[in-house]
T-cell receptor, first 113, second 112 residues
Framework: DSGVTQTPKHLITATGQRVTLRCSPR?????VYWYQQSLDQGLQFLIQ???????AKGNILERFSAQQFPDLHSELNLSSLELGDSALYFC????????????FGNGTRLTVT | DQQVKQNSPSLSVQEGRISILNCDYT??????FLWYKKYPAEGPTFLIS?????DKNEDGRFTVFLNKSAKHLSLHIVPSQPGDSAVYFC???????????FGTGTRLTIIP
């Protein structure tokens, strides 16, 4: 158990809809990362937050947004969903220093129909 | 239960020499193994993978070896270059359960 909790585990929704994925980092970790894993593209970095503030941005679409709350949990919001958004979405947390290891959650499987 | 273990949190290697990163796993259900490289403030990038039915896969300077009986895999980088300095993640992929399990990473530093 990595200590990182992601909910829900599975999500099935229709095109055009909006969903929210939630991540609770490991106790004491200040940094939260979001990744998208699809079969053909491997693990894609989306965005990172550190202590409530955005620290780094990757290949995140404008239809996607995220935030980290004062209690350090994070939410990834996906809107105007398309079939191609179907993927595994991972959250990871770390203490925040560059050499601190990442601890990954088990992911949320999003299926857009 | 840490199903994928990278027991060396850091490794320093001279430029031009071979870098060997090790990974042990406990879950015999993994169908695939992957290695990712991560630079600071960036997400991990995919490096190389190997199917559980193979024992070796090579791509340029990177070779991954899989020893199923020992539940051990390793990533070899030859020759090591300064740009290889990064954190490397070993990942086990269970297709049936649609689950990726990540190791905690090994920080590789290439010394010029």
């Amino acid at each position: 158990d990595s200590g990182v909790t992601q909910t829900p585990k599975h999500l099935i929704t229709a095109t055009g809809q909006r969903v929210t994925l939630r991540c609770s980092p490991r106790s004491g970790d200040l940094s939260v990362y979001w990744y998208q894993q699809s079969l053909d593209q491997g693990l894609q970095f989306l965005i990172q937050y550190y202590n409530g503030e955005e620290r780094a941005k990757g290949n995140i679409l404008e239809r996607f947004s995220a935030q980290q709350f004062p209690d350090l949990h994070s939410e990834l919001n996906l809107s105007s969903l398309e079939l191609g958004d179907s993927a595994l979405y991972f959250c990871a947390s770390s203490a925040g220093q560059d050499n601190s290891p990442l601890h990954f959650g088990n992911g949320t499987r999003l299926t857009v129909t | 239960d840490q199903q994928v273990k990278q027991n060396s949190p850091s490794l320093s290697v001279q430029e031009g020499r071979i870098s060997i990163l090790n990974c042990d796993y406990t879950n015999s259900m993994f169908d695939y193994f992957l290695w990712y490289k991560k630079y600071p403030a960036e997400g991990p990038t995919f490096l190389i993978s190997i199917s559980s039915i193979k024992d070796k896969n090579e791509d340029g300077r990177f070779t991954v070896f899989l020893n199923k009986s020992a539940k051990h895999l390793s990533l070899h980088i030859v020759p090591s270059q300064p740009g290889d300095s990064a954190v490397y993640f070993c990942v086990g992929w269970d297709f049936g359960n649609e689950k990726l399990t990540f190791g905690t990473g090994t920080r590789l530093t290439i010394i010029p």
